[in-house]
């Protein structure tokens, strides 16, 4: 999964382990307090790959 409002990326083996991954990626960054601006622009999805916005509480991440 590309994070684009962080630059980074995080490697999961199965489309169901990609959300688990996200969710530690960013927990991470949640703790730290390391956020970025977010985007408002969906970034270009090549053939075979999709976008989405994604909002996280802290209360999600804990």
């Known amino acids: ?3 684009p409002d ?3 990326y995080t490697y ?6 990609s959300f688990t991954q996200a ?3 960013l ?5 730290d307090d390391d956020l970025p601006e977010p985007s408002e622009v ?6 075979g790959q999709f976008t989405s916005f994604v909002s996280v509480s802290r209360a999600l991440v804990n």
């Not at 969906?42 to 053939?47: T, V, W």
């Open 27 to 31: 927990k991470d960054h949640l703790l």
């Open 42 to 47: 969906l970034p270009f999805a090549s053939e």
């Open 6 to 8: 962080f630059d980074d």
């Open 12 to 17: 999961a083996e199965s489309f169901a382990d």
């Open 23 to 25: 969710k530690e990626f």
């Open 1 to 3: 999964m590309y994070f």
